[in-house]
Every structure is written in C-alpha cells, then in structure tokens.
C-alpha cells in the first residue's frame, strides 16, 4: 500500500513570512494529493489538491507542487497570518483508487 | 457546496452500550462515504469505506462486528459502535466523496466520544 511521510512535524513562522510542508509518497500509481487544515476540535477541510498531469496549482496563498520523479509533493502558504495556524496532513491515493493514506500532520503556528 | 455533516458532535456513555453516529453529505450525493479514527495529536486512521446499497469494506484490524456501518442512501452512512468499551474513546470523522473519479473527499466535522 502507500506510505506517506510529512515534514516538519511542527512549524513556528513570524506573521507575513512563508511556511513549506513537504511530504513524500512510495506509489507510483497514486495519483490525487490533497492537503486538509484541521482546527483543534473539528474536522479536517480539503485546502488544495492537486493531481499526476500537473506540476503546480495555487489558490491566493498557498500553492502545492508536486515532483512525480522524486514522488515529493509540497504546500506552500505565503504572508502567512495567525488564522493559519491549524494542523495541516497531506494525503495520497492509493494505486488510483479512491482511499487516501495521510500523512502524520504538521503543526503550524504563526505568531503575530 | 460538498458540505458534510456528523451528529452527535460529542457523546458520553456507559461502557456495554451502543452508539449510533450518523453522517450526512447535505448538497451532494456521496456514492462512497469513508469513516475514520483520529487520536489526540496522530493523524487519520481510515476504519472502513463504504457504498451505498453495499456492505462496507474494513481495514485490517477494525472490528466489523463491533463498529457496524450502513450506508443506508447516497446521502446517509451510520457508524455504530457496539457494546463500547473505554478504549473507544476517540474523534470518530466521516468523509464523503462525490465519485466521478475525483477522489474528492469533504470531512465531517467529527465526533467526540467518550465511553465511562
């Protein structure tokens, strides 16, 4: 099955600087990899995705690019702000099916 | 749009008693809804998927008799722990993915139970 691995664990950013998640994947058939934010207390909420036959997709602040060679994907949030602050877990499918194996989640906290 | 629902947000009950929670895809139809355990400060740990009209498909080591699962329509799935016991305790999460091969998945926001 797929196994997918997240750095940092924790993150601490300065208000308005840029935060970068990084995970990795081993199957090379996966091919949908989302990224959720989850508050303390509630459920996860799918932030970006992005699929095989691209290489970068980015909405406002964050953008994921993602390395199908390396089998590296990475979440890339700018001018961070304090209610970005969560737990982030990336995800990928396993061999094109439709479960998703997560990632062990980053803790991101930026300070004002 | 692709909002999910889960209820009871939290429940506490005695250990021996069943407990029903119910998710809900409230703008769109959900041919696969997924349920998962999550532990305090771990990730998501899927338990069993499941298609409308059909048995559920659970991961290796979940306890089908003891949580059971019906996915009664495309918009509704239960998750029913039986006979509880402390060590269920946990964040309990379903999913709902609208299919056409997107693999979209919209999270509940979760469901806290604790067994006495």
């Known amino acids: 099955g797929e196994n997918v691995e997240q750095h940092p664990s924790t993150l601490s950013v300065q208000e308005g600087d840029s935060a970068v998640i990084k995970c990795t994947y081993s199957?090379?058939?996966?091919?949908?990899f989302p990224w959720y934010k989850q508050e303390l207390g509630k459920g996860p909420q799918l932030i970006i995705d992005i699929r095989s036959n691209v290489g970068e997709k980015k909405d406002q602040r964050i953008a994921v690019t993602l390395n199908k060679t390396a089998k590296h994907f990475s979440l890339h949030i700018t001018e961070t702000q304090p209610e970005d602050s969560a737990v982030y877990f990336c995800a990928a499918n396993n061999n094109g099916a439709n479960n998703l194996f997560f990632g062990t989640g980053t803790r991101l906290t930026v300070i004002p | 749009g692709a909002v999910v629902s889960q209820h009871p947000s939290w429940v506490i009950c005695k250990s021996g008693t069943s407990v029903k929670i119910e998710c809900r895809s409230l703008d769109f139809q959900a041919t696969t809804m997924f349920w998962y355990r999550q532990f305090p400060k771990q990730s998501l740990m899927l338990m069993a998927t499941s298609n409308e009209g059909s048995k559920a498909t659970y991961e290796q080591g979940v306890e089908k008799d003891k949580f059971l699962i019906n996915h009664a329509s495309l918009t509704l799935s239960t998750l029913t722990v039986t006979s509880a016991h402390p060590e269920d305790s946990s964040f309990y999460i379903c999913?709902?993915?609208?299919?056409?091969?997107?693999?979209?998945?919209?999270f509940g926001p979760g469901t806290r139970l604790t067994v006495t």
């Open positions: 999913s709902a993915e609208p299919g056409q091969g997107f693999y979209e998945q919209y």
């Open positions: 199957d090379s058939a996966s091919n949908y």
